[in-house]
């Protein structure tokens, strides 16, 4: 994503050094430096130059990461106190409508517990690290999503990094290409869409090393659809539903991921059914 940014922001520079470029872009094509600094920098949007502090407080770095490892050991202490024993034994015994349900519940405020962590050690913890070291002064990295009414408030405010990238180089290409209609619109929305489910279930392939397109129907069918179902709510009811659906969706991703984890674990490793696409109850 840095590397597109950067010979985006730049192909025009090199494309067209003489000729007439957007205002306020900087016609110097940039050095090795430069590219360095973005690449360490905590955006994805390659800008010339950046707001910078006079220095870096290295006393607040250390904060930062030790709040990243607070994090992580306390999430690992979930995983360990409140999952284990419930999915160690997966695969071992049929499983029915009932003991899947209860499975669902118990990971609703663990599943939840992961997200909050998640969020807070990455967004807030390790970019303010890597803003203080590289003396970044725009941290804005989200915005207030734990208040939003509507869906597309809270997929715009919770990871504005991402968010700004995918709106400069994703839909508004797309808008300009199709048009300023209503139908212009909805396609580059479902594109971005499309594009964040398929990464992020392409992240979670590499880390569990099977297919299992949870994520991607939650994300790219429920999410996008949960945009359309809340647009113009203002009422506070929304809020609380916007935080419902979290609490179940969170419960079901970590109760299906780690209920497929576990089978495919316990399961012998000659069983073939169990390293293709599927929910699986049991060996």
Request: hydrophobic fraction near 45%.
């Amino acid at each position: 994503m840095k590397v597109h940014a950067f010979i985006r922001e730049n192909s025009p520079k090199v494309l067209h050094p003489s000729g007439d470029l957007a205002p306020g872009l900087n016609k110097d094509i940039p050095g090795f430096s430069r590219y360095l600094y973005f690449f360490f920098c905590p955006t994805l949007i390659y800008r010339d130059v950046y707001p910078r502090t006079p220095e870096i407080r290295w006393s607040y770095v250390v904060s930062n990461f030790a709040q990243v490892a607070a994090c992580l050991v306390y999430t690992y202490y979930m995983f360990h106190r409140f999952l284990r024993p419930v999915f160690q034994n997966t695969g071992k015994a049929p499983w029915s409508i009932r003991t899947l349900a209860m499975a669902v519940f118990s990971c609703i405020l663990p599943g939840t517990m992961v997200l909050l962590l998640g969020f807070f050690s990455v967004l807030h913890s390790w970019l303010n690290a890597f803003a203080e070291m590289t003396r970044f002064a725009d941290r804005q990295f989200y915005k207030d999503w734990w208040n939003s009414r509507q869906w597309g408030t809270y997929y715009r405010t919770w990871n504005m990094v991402v968010h700004d990238w995918l709106y400069n180089y994703v839909y508004r290409d797309l808008d300009e290409i199709l048009g300023y209609s209503a139908l212009g619109r909805a396609i580059p929305r479902f594109s971005v869409f499309v594009l964040s489910a398929v990464v992020h279930e392409y992240v979670l392939i590499c880390a569990f090393r099977f297919f299992f397109p949870v994520l991607f129907v939650m994300f790219g069918g429920f999410g996008l659809g949960f945009i359309y179902l809340t647009y113009h709510r203002r009422s506070r009811i929304w809020n609380i539903f916007m935080w419902l659906m979290l609490f179940v969706g969170c419960g079901l991703l970590m109760c299906l991921y780690s209920h497929e984890w576990f089978v495919r674990r316990n399961c012998a490793i000659a069983n073939v059914s169990k390293k293709g696409v599927g929910f699986n109850l049991c060996c």
